[in-house]
């Protein structure tokens, strides 16, 4: 796939992206990294993104292998948001059309969807009610009560194992977290083609300005030979009605 390759050049913050095997290239691997400055921080949270046949068509799924507690993630992994569901007209599931999955979305797009979804999760419609009440308690009480906290810290703990025997360092830090994209080297060829056309647009602009000022009896500046410029002033208007009598 080329969006494997195109994550994989320039991967997203906070995301291992591997095959689950080599030959398969309909189902992937996935490390999430938990963001610096949340109750995920430090954590190594590993999940699988498996696509249909008709991919882009048909949303894939993705579900975390890892054990969590979270409001929208259900007992057996599997996340419930709203880009991963069709697009199918459900007036019921609450959701407007436009917030489900399309053609034009991709993993990049579902990637920031989950992390996002992590620290910020959605009570309406939860797919674990017991997490949703705790993780409200929790929020409503500005962390007065942290039963849900202490839950996912316990979490993050456990997956320090996992890490370590993946031979992953977890970054804990923003600067760690904020990865360096590799921006594929364009070709020269298109380089050479790309400036010689700047350079013939910016000739005509210098051309139409200068046509610009004369209409509008500007100052055009010259060259002479000595090396200094003179400013010449043109003007249109008659001058007839300016001579003395």
């Not at 050479?192 to 000739?203: G, I």
């Amino acid at each position: 796939m080329m969006e494997l390759k195109s994550l994989q050049e320039q991967p997203v913050e906070g995301f291992r992206i591997t095959l689950v095997e080599e030959s398969d290239l309909y189902n992937w691997e996935v490390a999430i990294f938990g963001p610096p400055n949340t109750l995920y921080e430090g954590g190594y949270f590993k999940a699988h993104i498996k696509f249909p046949i008709d991919y882009p068509y048909s949303p894939p799924t993705f579900r975390f292998l890892t054990k969590m507690w979270h409001p929208n993630i259900y007992e057996n992994g599997d996340v419930c948001i709203s880009i991963l569901h069709p697009p199918v007209d459900d007036p019921q599931s609450g959701e407007l059309p436009s917030e489900r999955w399309n053609p034009t979305q991709n993993v990049r797009t579902i990637l920031l969807s989950v992390i996002s979804l992590l620290n910020e999760p959605n009570t309406f419609s939860p797919a674990n009610v017991d997490a949703s009440v705790m993780f409200r308690k929790w929020r409503d009480s500005k962390g007065k009560d942290k039963e849900y906290a202490e839950i996912i810290r316990k979490q993050v703990v456990s997956t320090a194992l996992e890490a370590e025997r993946d031979g992953v360092k977890v970054p804990t830090t923003l600067a760690e977290y904020c990865v360096q994209t590799r921006v594929p080297s364009q070709d020269s060829s298109s380089d050479l083609l790309y400036d010689d056309l700047y350079d013939d647009d910016m000739e005509e602009e210098d051309e139409d300005e200068s046509e610009s000022e004369i209409e509008s009896g500007g100052e055009a500046s010259t060259t002479v030979g000595d090396g200094t410029t003179s400013a010449r002033r043109y003007d249109n208007q008659d001058d007839s009605g300016n001579e003395e009598s």
